[in-house]
């Protein structure tokens, strides 16, 4: 009996080592590090072969269920910030050379369907979890794609995917999806991709969503468009938002489409974004609507020319930055190189954003730092621009019709254009704020169609090709601290207003330079000067006291138009402190030294009309 007994204690023992062996090993993983989510991971010890059709989870337990939460992305306080969702399913993906395998799922197998095929993989789910698929090994030829009716995390955690027919990752759920990015991570699709869909689903990108994409984590991704068919990179049919702290790199290729695409929005807010785009008429980043940048540092290097565009009936040219509607900035730092012709390095405001009354939102700049270089020529009728907002319609030489407002109000903007006009709007241009830095070697410094009015800031223009200054309605300085050259000779001159429609130049206040003239029939309500300085050194104005302001003179110029309150002499050579303004150019304290000079008054006010600041033909 006792024999008995221990055998039978034997085999229950060795059951029970038996089950334990199957059973996962769960362990919790200590939220103390920022950049690593908090998640308690059952092990899951199961590898479904590559070949199986729709992979089943045979180890008898839940691996999928598991709590994730991530750290904030930077906003707490909006939807947007993945730490305000909490993810009650885990399902992994691991690419890999024999196929992919996916676990987590087997105990909701009736509302999550998952097919694998070798790499690609395609998830259904219609349950009511929020889940975060887990994406890790590598693919060269596979993708994955998501059907869901709930927001969930796309967790890249060392994954490269390539697909050499479209999409690497084709989320077609409308919900927000977060993309949390982890490691190094890598998209790409292949050169003879067609893009190719069964149905009317949209396959727009490398990366593509019907929904929301928020980028956050700590981790880098590379996403290359080799495609011929005109794809970009990351396209969601909703909004694109870029949150702490990422790095993503995009690369669109010569008969791609754009770098980034956002139909209803794009939100810099935090993270790095570098990207380059090859094709004629592509933007670096578009959108159908609105463009935000409030932090982060963003580089955007756009080499195409232009192109004819079959669907609108009319030659379009490339920019760094596209928005229908309108573009804002207030922190970061945003760097746009384009060397297309018909090129520009920010476009806003598209007379077909709103197709009953053309209207769009006001642009602004507030803060941040903005620099734009473009070196292309004008091309069919396409001019470049540094920076272009809103639209206008001409009949003959009369223009009927304009919108676009442009406010910059902090902020420092550099620009510089070889070959095009710097900085213009097609409406009203207001400075308020800020460092405004725009040379051209091809037209205009800075042109609006409306009013231009300046009250504040540190604004330096300089054209060697026409007006560094340019309103075809009234320019209205009463403040803040402007520097205009042209070295072009009549009858442009350095500040202009379209006398000839009977508008005019008023300077009620402010400091104000110029070298070239100002318009005929001016207005100033202090004394406008001629000082004599020194070239290619600093100048300064003093109101009998102290220093008004100094600016740093060009080389090969010396002799300046200058007002301001209280002027009574000026300073030619003087030193100045550590602290300038305008990219260099301007300087309102630590000013020392020099030598005194009288002024004379003023006889200029150009020898003629400015230039009209007109628009090619048929342009909007």
């Given at each position: ?23 996962d090993?769960i362990?919790?993983v200590?939220?103390?590090d920022d ?17 199986q059709t ?13 709590t ?9 306080s909006s939807?947007d910030?993945i ?6 399913r ?5 690419y890999?050379s024999?196929?992919?395998?996916v676990t987590?799922?087997?105990a ?5 369907n998952?097919?694998?095929s070798?790499n690609?993989v395609?998830?259904?789910y ?18 994955f ?11 890249m955690?060392?994954v490269?995917i ?5 999409a690497?990752?084709?989320?077609q759920s409308?919900?927000r999806t977060?993309?949390?990015?982890e ?9 003879s991709?067609?893009?190719?869909t069964?149905?009317?689903e949209d396959?727009?990108?490398v990366?593509f969503?019907?929904?929301q994409?928020i980028?956050?984590g ?7 468009a080799n ?7 990351i396209?969601?049919?909703?909004y694109?938002?870029m949150?702490?702290?990422p790095?993503v790199?995009v690369?669109?290729?010569s008969?791609?489409?754009?770098g ?5 929005g794009?939100r810099?807010s935090n ?5 380059t785009?090859a ?6 980043i578009?959108?159908d609507d609105y463009v935000?940048v ?17 669907d609108?009936?009319e ?9 229908d509607?309108?573009?804002?900035m207030?922190g970061g ?7 297309g ?5 920010i ?6 954003y709103?197709?009953?009354t053309?209207?769009v939102a006001d642009?602004?700049i ?15 009728d396409?001019?470049c ?5 809103g639209?206008?319609?001409k009949?003959g ?8 407002n442009?406010?910059?109000s902090?902020g420092?903007i550099?620009?510089s ?9 097609k ?7 800020g460092?405004?830095?725009v040379y ?11 009013e231009m009015?300046?009250?504040?800031g540190y604004?330096?223009a ?8 340019d ?9 803040g601290?402007v520097?205009?050259?042209t ?10 207003a ?8 008023y300077?009620?206040?402010?400091v104000?330079?110029?070298y070239g ?6 207005s100033s ?20 006291s102290?220093?008004i ?8 110029l ?6 301001a309150p209280?002027?009574?002499?000026g300073?030619k050579g ?11 150019v301007?300087?309102?304290s630590?000013?020392?030294g ?10 200029g ?11 090619g033909?048929?342009?909007?």
């Open positions: 009996m006792k024999r008995l007994f221990m055998s039978m204690l034997f085999v229950i023992m060795a059951l029970v080592v038996c089950s334990c062996i199957g059973d090993i362990s919790v200590d939220g103390g950049t690593t989510p908090e998640i308690v991971t059952p092990v899951d010890t199961t590898t479904p072969p590559s070949s729709t992979p089943t989870d045979t180890t008898g337990t839940d691996t999928g269920a598991v994730t939460t991530f750290t904030s992305a930077g906003d707490s939807d910030d730490s305000n969702t909490t993810f009650t885990l399902v992994t993906v691991t890999a024999g196929g992919a395998t987590g799922y087997s909701v197998a009736d509302v999550m998952v097919v694998v070798g690609k395609t998830i259904t219609t349950g009511s979890e929020n889940v975060a698929y887990k994406l890790t090994g590598t693919a060269s030829d596979g993708y794609k998501l059907y869901s009716s709930k927001k969930q995390a796309i967790w955690s060392g490269s390539t697909n050499s027919a479209g690497a990752i084709n989320n409308g919900k977060f993309v949390y990015v490691g190094t991570n890598k998209l790409a699709d292949g050169a991709a067609a893009y190719s069964s149905s009317d396959m727009k990108g990366f969503s019907e929904g994409l980028f956050s700590s981790g880098s991704l590379t996403v290359t495609n011929k068919q005109g794809k970009s990179g396209v969601s049919d909703d694109v938002r949150m702490a702290s790095t790199t690369s669109a290729g008969s791609a489409g754009h980034v695409k956002g139909n209803d794009i810099l993270g790095t974004l570098n990207i785009t094709a004629a008429m592509k933007k670096g578009t959108s935000l409030e932090g982060g540092v963003t580089t955007i290097q756009v080499t195409g020319g232009v192109a004819y565009d079959s609108e009936s030659y379009k040219g490339s920019a760094g930055i596209k928005a509607n309108y573009f804002a207030t730092t945003v760097t746009i190189t384009n060397s012709n018909g090129g520009k390095g476009s806003a405001g598209s007379y077909d709103n197709s009953t053309h209207a642009s602004y507030s803060g941040g730092t903005l620099k734009i270089t473009t070196s292309g020529s004008e091309s069919n396409v001019s621009k540094g920076i272009k907002i639209w206008a319609t009949s030489n009369k223009v009927t019709g304009y919108a676009g442009m406010t910059v902090g420092t550099v620009i254009c070889a070959k095009s006009e710097g900085f213009e709007a409406g009203n241009l207001s400075f308020t704020g460092e405004t830095y051209s070697t091809g037209d205009d410094a800075i042109n609006c169609q409306a009015n300046i009250s504040g604004i330096y300089y054209s060697t090709a026409n007006d560094a200054m309103a075809n309605h009234d320019l209205k300085i009463s403040g601290y520097f205009a050259i070295t072009k000779g009549a009858p442009e001159v350095a500040i202009d379209n006398t000839e429609e009977r508008y005019k130049l300077i009620t206040g402010g104000v330079v110029a003239g100002l318009e005929s029939g001016y309500s202090n004394t406008v000067y001629t000082l004599s300085g020194t070239a290619n050194a600093w100048n300064a104005l003093y109101n009998g102290s220093f302001a100094a600016f740093k003179a060009p080389s090969g010396s002799s300046f138009a200058v007002t209280s002027l009574k002499s300073y003087v030193s100045v402190g550590s602290t300038t303004y305008c990219n260099g301007w300087a309102t630590g000013i020392s020099g030598t005194a000079v009288s002024l004379s008054t003023y006889s006010g150009g020898s003629g009309p400015g230039g009209g600041g007109g628009f033909p048929g342009w909007h």
